[in-house]
């Protein structure tokens, strides 16, 4: 059970035998988060309880949710009362079907996909609990960052919160494999219906930090799209601020990152006067 004595109790409920789900839990490890008991397919009704009081949060992930998953929700709601019932995040797969999310909506604080779960859930309990993570005023000046899509009003609005939130940004309709004034973070809208996008995202990444922005970001998109060498996953459409938190860290992690530095020019070697006056300087010392 969880100490409910704690300013706000944070709990996770989720099938962790899933290694996807024991990932999305593991990503909260910098948060004090305390997995609550789940079986099954069945609802953790307990974790509601434990959880319990508008201070905590319940997150809590569901590969499945039927109308009677949701009936049950609501009677729960009614039987724990409005004062203690927690800031629900759902956590969902694609399987939920959107008749059933739509019902949850005044259950439920949020609800995000569960194939970028790891990248957003932190931000989005940072958020609920006011202390948001933001990257210093010198890493978003010193990272430039291009908007790619072939979407002009997307790209419009993406490179817009770029710009607000601090950055140089600009946008592209097509993926250059090498831009012209070298590294730079990208925020790449993924065809991924176009044969060898995961070749054209591993060539860019080479060239610094990559978000892609996956229409239909499922566990597998995302798998294929970590494996290219992007350094973050989002769903298409998505919160701006999730967005520029994935921005935020990979600033951060380009200022860390090692530069490569200048070799120091190699000295000349000796003129010949100077080699003169040393093998002088031999031959008298052998004199001697």
Known sequence: MMDTTSPTAIGFAGDLTDPWVEGIAQALSGLAVVPCEQYGAELPCRAFQAVGGSRGILILHR???????????????RGLGVENWP??????????????????????????????????????IERMLKTPGVASRTAREAS????????????????????????????????????????????????????????????????????ALLGFADRT???????????????????????????DRMAREETL??????????????SRSYRGRLAIAERHAAAE
Not at 63 to 77: C, F, I, P, W
Not at 185 to 206: A, F, G, M
Not at 225 to 240: F, N
């Open 257 to 270: 990152r090692p530069r490569a530095q200048t070799a120091h020019a190699t000295p000349p070697p000796p």
């Open 87 to 124: 800031r629900i995040v759902l956590c969902v797969s694609p399987y939920v079907r959107y008749a059933e999310i739509e019902r949850c909506a005044g259950l439920v604080e949020i609800v995000t996909p569960e194939a970028t779960a790891a990248e957003t859930l932190p931000r989005q």
């Open 221 to 247: 998109a995302v798998t294929h799209a970590r494996e290219a060498g992007a350094s973050a996953c989002l769903d298409l459409p998505c919160a701006m601020d999730d967005l520029i938190d994935a921005v």
């Open 63 to 77: 590969s499945r949710l039927s109308a009677a998953d949701v009936s049950q929700l609501e009677e729960l709601r």
């Open 144 to 211: 430039p960052v291009e908007v790619v899509s072939t979407d002009y009003e997307l790209r419009q609005v993406l490179c817009e919160a770029c710009t607000r939130a601090g950055y140089r940004a600009s946008d592209s309709a097509e993926l250059l494999a090498d831009p012209v004034d070298g590294r730079r973070l990208t925020v790449w809208d993924v065809p991924v219906l176009e044969p060898r996008w995961e070749e054209r995202l591993e060539r860019r990444s080479k060239q610094g930090p990559v978000l």
